[in-house]
């Protein structure tokens, strides 16, 4: 059985990434750097935006968590060998952490395509993505470790197996999730949303062979739909619901 299940597991890792649970889109081509201390700069204007929309948006939806769950931390990883990237994780003190690498940040081209990138990391703590994606790797490491050994094979390789498939499980419909949210978070925040989400159409958003994003076409759609319904709203004088 092992001979057959894993090497056709395999295949299905080649779907997605697995190093970051939440990543934000990765670039097609190199981009037209923008000097470094200007990036910075725009790094902690957006930033003093961003934060305190996305904090009030993740509270209204865990009112039942400790208040640290949606106080939202950057940071900035300087290392001009790392392909461009930003990545939402927990901190060590708890909360969770935002952080943009220098490649990333020299390739957004404007304040509203960094809020948007931003505000898609926040999302995936809003959905409670990671919490999701743990529990996922969790059971599939369970599941297939329980199968491969029944089937008579290595016991530690389907859990192992599991647990990457399980991390991918939902991966997808996760990103589009954290988009739906980084719309509203983007307007609210007074950025033009519509420029922001001109970002995914720009780096492909799902280029990378390893990515754990959908096609980048889906998520500009997506995105699209959402911000059009905010629009119908505004013009109707209510504020839409954030759904996801
Ligand atoms: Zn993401």
Redesign the pocket.
């Known amino acids: 059985m092992r001979n057959i299940l894993l090497p056709a597991l395999s295949a299905l890792l080649l779907t997605g990434c697995i190093d970051q649970p939440?990543?934000?889109p990765r670039p097609a081509a190199p981009v037209a750097s923008a000097d470094m201390g200007q990036a910075s700069a725009r790094y902690a204007r957006v930033t003093a935006r961003v934060e305190p929309v996305a904090e009030q948006i993740c509270r209204s939806f865990h009112q039942d968590k400790p208040a640290s769950f949606c106080d939202f931390q950057f940071a900035l990883r300087e290392d001009p060998n790392e392909p461009a990237n930003a990545f939402q994780s927990i901190g060590r003190d708890g909360r969770p952490l935002i952080t943009f690498n220098s490649n990333m940040l020299k390739q957004v081209q404007n304040d509203d395509e960094l809020a948007f990138v931003m505000a898609?990391?926040a999302g995936?703590q809003t959905a409670t993505h990671l919490i999701k994606s743990r529990n996922n790797q969790i059971l599939g490491g369970a599941v297939l470790g329980l199968l491969v050994g029944l089937g008579g094979g290595d016991t530690r390789a389907g859990v192992n197996l599991g647990t990457r498939i399980g991390g991918l499980a939902y991966s997808k419909k996760?990103?589009l999730q954290?988009d739906t949210i980084a719309v509203h978070i983007t307007d609210r925040a007074g950025y033009d949303a519509e420029r922001g989400v001109k970002e995914l159409a720009r780096t492909g958003g799902s280029n990378s062979f390893l990515s754990t994003?959908p096609a980048s076409a889906e998520r500009v759609a997506n995105a699209q739909a959402v911000l059009a319904d905010i629009r119908r709203a505004k013009s109707q004088g209510r504020r839409a619901p954030i759904v996801w």
């Open positions: 939440a990543t934000a898609h990391e995936h996760y990103e954290a994003h």
